[in-house]
């Protein structure tokens, strides 16, 4: 969908947004004034009150869900990029609370603070999950899954009072893992192995939305319940566990709290069941769609895990828009990985004192230019926070690459940052700049992708 189209759409919308707006059930807390205390809370965010007790961040109200050109690109080199190691990138875009609760997300708009039309959202998602396909993605559809999916109703699917999913949701949508994989890559990604999925016992959902709601309404309110499960291979013998023969797991998601192990909805408990197979999660909470994404590529995963399929699990996945051009000139080269050989254009030891840098020069008969090349420059302290590259050219242009380190990778060996497709003239040399108060070291190399890895950019 364009930019254009985006925008004639807004406006249809607010034509047809107050007709839609008829309804709204009682809702059952005082919270005062609550969408501009909750920004000023620990949500940061403007929060609203829904009917039966839901409510709704401001990003759970979203209508728009368009990609540009340059995230669109960004995708597909990454696709490219880890099929060439072998590995299939499955997109997993998660529907927000707001479209599959749209009854309550209605009545969480009657004051007029804010705008939502249930049905309008769900078209610009589903126009989404459309523009991946076409892209030539694979798409784990969960909104697809869920209309064939038997004995749904409202509530099974997200927290009234969080941001999470249900594990009834994780489970649906690890079987839209399951059909998208099948689909894309044949029934032999499926395992031999048999998993087992039990419900053990029911609790309260620790929720930080409903503490801070709490200091924020009149009244108390209740926790929600939460079923828990576990999922466990039916070969659990002492030979089986002891067993270091046994080939790496060949699923890996990436994510965000939704799908890290640490919670109990049970999203990779769900897919070893569907996929008989094991599976690698290296999802992490508070990170963002990207934290968990960069910290597997920065860890050299792409060349060592061995997996045959990436799960990228996408919770508003319209954050992506903003960060897809920094993601791709450091995650595409983090998936490249360290040079050898005649992938490797110059290479040079360095040290930098804080505040350093150090500059690897090109000679005047080395020909330079476009995203085809990057540099790769290991560490000698993995925890470095900040650095900067910059790519001077012969005719006098300069290109700065602030290397941005997520708040939640505490480390990463090495450090990457892919040439501009902006420039297309020569490159004369590389800066490493070392942004922080203590001391590193390493190999500072100038890398040509290896042949075939980008099949579409290049």
Same mark, same amino acid.
């Given at each position: 969908m364009s930019f254009r189209t985006g925008i004639v759409s807004l406006l249809v919308m607010a034509s047809i947004v107050a007709s839609s707006q008829t309804f709204a059930g009682d809702r059952l807390y005082q919270c005062d004034d609550l969408a501009r205390r909750a920004r000023l809370s620990a949500l940061n965010i403007a929060v609203y009150q829904g009917d039966d007790g839901w409510f709704f961040r401001s990003g759970d109200l979203n209508h728009f869900y368009m990609i540009s050109p340059d995230a669109l690109r960004f995708l597909s080199r990454l696709r490219d990029?880890?099929? !060439?190691? *072998?590995?299939? =990138?499955?997109?997993?875009?998660?529907?927000?609370?707001?479209?599959?609760?749209?009854?309550?997300?209605?009545?969480?708009?009657?004051? +007029? $603070?804010? @705008?939502?039309?249930?049905?309008?959202?769900?078209?610009? !998602?589903?126009? =989404?999950?459309?523009? !991946?396909? %076409? #892209? *030539?993605?694979?798409?784990?559809?969960? =909104?697809?899954?869920? +209309?064939?999916?038997?004995?749904?109703?409202? +509530?099974?699917?997200? !927290?009234?009072?969080?941001?999470?999913?249900?594990?009834? =949701?994780a489970q649906i949508?690890?079987?839209?893992?399951?059909?998208?994989?099948? $689909?894309?890559? +044949?029934? %032999?990604i499926l395992g031999d192995k048999t998993f087992a999925t039990r419900k053990t016992g029911e609790g309260l959902n620790e929720s930080n939305t409903n503490t801070t709601l709490n200091q924020l309404c009149a009244e108390q309110i209740p926790g929600e319940s939460i079923d828990f499960y576990v999922t466990e291979e039916a070969d659990q013998s002492l030979d089986s566990f002891l067993d270091d023969t046994a080939a790496p797991p060949p699923v890996n998601v990436v994510g965000t709290s939704f799908t890290d192990e640490a919670n109990p909805y049970n999203f990779a408990g769900f897919l070893r069941e569907d996929l008989r197979n094991d599976v690698a999660t290296y999802s992490m909470s508070g990170g963002g769609v990207d934290t968990a994404l960069y910290k597997w590529a920065n860890d050299g995963l792409a060349t060592t895990s061995g997996a045959k399929a990436l799960v990228w699990e996408l919770p508003f996945p319209e954050r992506l828009e903003e960060i897809a051009p920094q993601l791709e000139r450091e995650i595409i080269p983090a998936v490249a990985g360290l040079c050898t050989g005649e992938d490797q254009i110059r290479s040079m030891p360095y040290e930098l004192g804080p505040q350093g840098s150090a500059t690897l020069a090109l000679d005047a008969s080395t020909r330079v230019s476009g995203d085809g090349y990057y540099i790769a420059?290991? @560490?000698?302290?993995?925890? @470095?926070?900040?650095?900067?590259?910059?790519? $001077?050219?012969?005719? *006098?242009?300069?290109?700065?690459?602030?290397?941005?380190?997520? $708040?939640?990778?505490?480390?990463?060996? #090495?450090?990457? *940052?892919?040439l501009t497709s902006m420039v297309s003239a020569d490159l004369e040399s590389v800066t490493l700049e070392n942004r922080t108060a203590t001391s590193v070291s390493g190999q500072l190399s100038l890398c040509r992708y290896p042949a075939g890895l980008l099949s579409t950019s290049n």
């Open positions: 990029a880890l099929a !060439f190691r *072998g590995t299939k =990138l499955v997109l997993m875009p998660l529907p927000p609370k707001s479209i599959l609760a749209p009854e309550h997300a209605v009545a969480a708009t009657t004051d +007029g $603070d804010v @705008l939502f039309d249930p049905a309008f959202a769900r078209s610009e !998602f589903e126009d =989404l999950v459309r523009t !991946f396909k %076409s #892209n *030539g993605q694979v798409v784990a559809d969960v =909104l697809q899954t869920i +209309g064939t999916a038997a004995d749904m109703q409202t +509530g099974d699917y997200y !927290f009234a009072r969080d941001v999470h999913w249900r594990p009834k =949701l949508s690890a079987a839209a893992v399951q059909t998208a994989l099948v $689909d894309a890559a +044949g029934p %032999s420059a290991t @560490l000698s302290d993995p925890t @470095l926070r900040s650095a900067a590259v910059t790519f $001077d050219y012969r005719d *006098g242009r300069q290109d700065v690459l602030p290397i941005i380190r997520p $708040d939640r990778v505490a480390s990463a060996p #090495n450090v990457f *940052g892919e």
